[in-house]
């Protein structure tokens, strides 16, 4: 398969002469059709991105003002759908330097051997010559995306993507407008069971910090944003089942009741648990399933996260004589991270 049967797409803000560089290297390199996206730089960019679409005989598309890079590469996706005709599949690069054309080549590569998945340019962070921010903050995502969404890759920040034409398709309707977007991207091929494949390639920065857009806190914020939901209904069905708990364990105790901390966790667990089922199924997962199965597997996990919390409670209570209470906020934050996993895997899974 030929280079071009590939678009590659560089959406771009504020560029340096290394998109110019970045533009005629493709070019040598055997790539005949690219698409830049100016994200609204501004008038004083104009030159550069001249010197960059004359260098690799580019087709230029502009946002009067800055929407964000997600919205820049739906707008590539857009037009190549809509303008481009007979072409296999995508392929975003950073406008950076960071993406060498010989990488870029063998991500397009491994699309055209593995046409059903999305394939990924993934760096190695361990280099010493990493900047510290880009190391720190693709690190910290990783470790955290990766635990919350049971998708393990090497780098989930990557702008090198290289996806088919259907995929184009489908991720154009793939929420978020600025870098979050790229993480929703890789959440949808969990939702869709689209395989991802990495392909090695050179870990490349220019400059102390390098010169990519990306802020490690601002924008892990937005990213971290898409578990707000999920976290938002957890605590406060927490904070109803702690404060039903404490008071159901009191009571129980005042008229000498057996086994209070079962009773209390079990009492406890049915208020809040209603309430964090409707939660969970209609705001955060937004499962359209059979309520009848969803609420036996909801029910079922219930149980026995019920049976370990009222277990481990009971433990730490018996053996190293902590407070009821705050042996429950311990066990249950623990048993909540487990929870997530699972309903989103088992009990509200998406088809």
Not at 230 to 254: G, N, R
Not at 259 to 267: D, F, R
Not at 271 to 285: A, W
Not at 288 to 294: D, P, Q, Y
Request: aromatic share 10%; proline share 3%.
């Amino acid at each position: 398969m030929t280079m071009d049967e590939f678009i590659v797409i560089i959406p771009s803000l504020e560029p340096d002469v290394k998109l110019v560089k970045l533009a005629g290297e493709l070019k040598a390199e055997g790539f005949a059709r690219i698409v830049i996206v100016d994200d609204g730089s501004g008038p004083e960019y104009d030159k550069i991105f001249r010197e960059a679409q004359e260098a690799g005989s580019c087709v230029l598309l502009r946002h009067c003002v800055n929407q964000g890079k997600g919205r820049a590469l739906k707008t590539a996706f857009n037009y190549c759908l809509e303008q481009e005709k007979g072409f296999f599949g995508v392929v975003t690069v950073d406008s950076d330097g960071q993406h060498c054309p010989e990488d870029i080549r063998r991500c397009c590569q491994a699309l055209a051997e593995h046409p059903d998945c999305l394939v990924l340019g993934s760096r190695d962070f361990a280099g010493k010559d990493v900047p510290w921010k880009n190391g720190f903050g693709n690190r910290l995502t990783r470790k955290i995306f990766g635990f919350l969404s049971g998708i393990h890759i090497q780098d989930t920040q990557t702008g090198l993507r290289a996806c088919s034409a259907k995929l184009a398709r489908k991720f154009l309707s793939t929420a978020g407008e600025r870098f979050e977007y790229e993480m929703n991207m890789l959440m949808d091929c969990k939702e869709y069971g689209i395989s991802i494949i990495e392909v090695p390639i050179q870990t490349i920065y220019l400059g102390e910090e390098g010169s990519t857009h990306f802020h490690p806190v601002r924008d892990s914020l937005r990213i971290y944003a898409i578990f707000g939901k999920f976290l938002a209904a957890s605590l406060s069905s927490s904070v109803i089942d702690i404060i039903m708990f404490t008071v159901l364990i009191w009571l129980l105790k005042l008229f000498g009741a057996d086994h209070p901390i079962l009773l209390a966790t079990a009492g406890a667990r049915i208020v809040s648990s209603i309430y964090n089922y409707l939660m969970n199924k209609g705001v955060v997962f937004r499962c359209e399933g059979n309520v009848r199965a969803t609420l036996c597997k909801y029910y079922a996990l219930c149980i026995v996260q019920m049976l370990c919390s009222a277990g481990l409670v009971s433990a730490l209570f018996t053996f190293l004589h902590l407070n009821e209470t705050a042996s429950k906020i311990i066990v249950d934050t623990v048993l909540f991270l487990i929870s997530f996993r699972i309903q989103k895997e088992w009990v509200f899974k998406k088809g």
